[in-house]
């Protein structure tokens, strides 16, 4: 089992920051990829950043220069510090990781997802 927490998410002013956190735990023996995903109200579920375990990251054209992905491989957890927030970045946000597990024969790799974090951008 894989629990992936997030946490960070509130009511923010246009031009206002938030940092969202998510912290990944359970039978974890390695994690690749991790990102941020966002869902507004009858829309899909969108990527907003993604980092891989090496560091490189992808960006939503609509949060680049905005928002910034990183995070600490020893604590398997994942940030994303978003600037400048406008009303269209409300949904609700959730966290995703590329999980690998070891068993007695061998490797395999599961998509584990946060329950979600609320984001809502208004004055």
């Known amino acids: 089992q894989v629990q992936l927490v997030e946490s960070g998410g509130g009511l923010v002013q246009p031009g206002g920051s938030l940092r969202l956190s998510c912290a990944a735990s359970g039978s974890i023996f390695t994690i690749n990829a991790m990102g941020w995903y966002r869902q507004a109200p009858g829309k899909e579920r969108d990527l907003v950043a993604r980092i891989t375990s090496g560091g490189s990251t992808n960006y939503a054209d609509s949060v680049k220069g905005r928002f910034t992905i990183s995070r600490d491989n020893a604590k398997n957890t994942v940030y994303l510090q978003m600037n400048s927030l406008k009303p269209e970045d409300t949904a609700v946000y959730y966290c995703?990781?590329?999980?690998?597990?070891?068993?007695?024969?061998?490797?395999?790799?599961?998509?584990?997802w946060g329950q979600g974090t609320l984001v809502t951008v208004s004055s």
């Open positions: 995703n990781a590329d999980v690998v597990q070891y068993s007695g024969l061998g490797t395999s790799t599961l998509e584990a």
